[in-house]
Nanobody, 125 residues
Framework: QVQLVESGGGLVQAGGSLRLSCAAS????????MGWFRQAPGKEREFVAA????????YYADSVKGRFTISRDNAKNTVYLQMNSLTPEDTAVYYC??????????????????WGQGTQVTVSS
């Protein structure tokens, strides 16, 4: 089992940047594929980015491709989401998640086994 704690959210102006972090408990972080999801008010949760166990493979939603970068540091049990060129449409609660499946796990989130509590990102226009 793994526990996930997100941090780094906040209020930023459009065009700005934020870096989210997700710290995982336990000694087997490198055995999990990781992902970031977000949920805006009144909307369904959506996939943002995913990374495989080693960090060598990543996958992004079209809406964030070229602006967001997912990375991980297995020595620090942490996954990151660097968000650049933010727009008000990026406003949401951002969640990190861990999956026991191999490879890069995208999709609706059904492939993920553990979730963090979320961190709010608000982008003002």
């Amino acid at each position: 089992q793994v526990q996930l704690v997100e941090s780094g959210g906040g209020l930023v102006q459009a065009g700005g940047s934020l870096r989210l972090s997700c710290a995982a408990s336990g000694r087997t972080f490198s055995s999990y594929a990781m992902g970031w999801f977000r949920q805006a008010p009144g909307k369904e949760r959506e996939f943002v980015a995913a990374i495989n166990r080693s960090g060598r493979s990543t996958y992004y939603a079209d809406s964030v491709k070229g602006r967001f970068t997912i990375s991980r540091d297995n020595a620090k049990n942490t996954v990151y989401l660097q968000m650049n060129s933010l727009t008000p449409e990026d406003t949401a609660v951002y969640y990190c998640a861990a999956s026991t499946r191999p490879g890069v796990v995208a999709g609706t989130g059904a492939g993920y086994d553990y979730w963090g509590q979320g961190t709010q990102v608000t982008v003002s226009s």
